[in-house]
T-cell receptor
Framework: AQKVTQAQTEISVVEKEDVTLDCVYETRDTTYYLFWYKQPPSGELVFLIRRNSFDEQNEISGRYSWNFQKSTSSFNFTITASQVVDSAVYFCALSESPFGNEKLTFGTGTRLTIIP | DTGVSQDPRHKITKRGQNVTFRCDPISEHNRLYWYRQTLGQGPEFLTYFQNEAQLEKSRLLSDRFSAERPKGSFSTLEIQRTEQGDSAMYLC?????????????FGPGTRLLVL
């Protein structure tokens, strides 16, 4: 069965520091999708990125970057030059379907606090 | 572009009462999902629809829970005879079926408290 592990329950860093959130997943499928979502205090889950299992290229979007390593079943997320607005709970999720549809299996989340 | 909307945003009820939540997906999204999130946990899948067909139900969805999407647009989630363990955030998401990879977009959730 699929599983997502986010071992870091809470992380606090001082503003402008870089921070990496870890995500390790388990699946028997060869075709799957991985996602990151952000949940700010308002509670709404905000989509950040989708990555399919055949695309191991790292991706950068502004201050955000993602490192997908199939060999270690990891999909880590780095925030560079963190800002207070980055404070939120971040979830990694897995979809065991060829198109990223059907159910998502979420990790337990990492609560990130950026200290001004 | 209107996002996923959910109503009500908050619901307080007494144990044993029935409650119903509504979800309006993003226009033209043919897939609709329900998740439940308890404090300190990630969302857990409950069920999903493709158009009006309910394609999968989790074991979490006991017989007190029923979901419908009668015309393939909005969906309702009903909980009968609520229990204190039903207290949680109920999240709805929608996606558009495409071959290049789908993304589920979430609504703001309905927070249920059962007293």
């Amino acid at each position: 069965a699929q599983k997502v592990t986010q071992a870091q329950t809470e992380i606090s860093v001082v503003e402008k520091e870089d921070v990496t959130l870890d995500c390790v997943y388990e699946t028997r499928d060869t075709t799957y999708y991985l996602f990151w979502y952000k949940q700010p205090p308002s509670g709404e889950l905000v989509f950040l990125i989708r990555r399919n299992s055949f695309d191991e290229q790292n991706e950068i979007s502004g201050r955000y970057s993602w490192n997908f390593q199939k060999s270690t079943s990891s999909f880590n997320f780095t925030i560079t030059a963190s800002q207070v607005v980055d404070s939120a709970v971040y979830f990694c999720a897995l979809s065991e379907s060829p198109f990223g549809n059907e159910k998502l299996t979420f990790g337990t989340g990492t609560r990130l606090t950026i200290i001004p | 572009d209107t996002g996923v909307s959910q109503d009500p945003r908050h619901k307080i009820t007494k144990r044993g009462q029935n409650v119903t939540f509504r979800c309006d997906p993003i226009s033209e999204h043919n897939r609709l999902y329900w998740y439940r999130q308890t404090l300190g946990q990630g969302p857990e899948f409950l069920t999903y629809f493709q158009n009006e067909a309910q394609l999968e139900k989790s074991r979490l969805l006991s017989d007190r829970f029923s979901a419908e999407r009668p015309k393939g647009s909005f969906s309702t989630l009903e909980i009968q005879r609520t229990e204190q363990g039903d207290s949680a955030m109920y999240l709805c998401a929608s996606s558009l079926e495409i071959r290049g990879g789908e993304t589920q977009y979430f609504g703001p959730g309905t927070r249920l408290l059962v007293l």
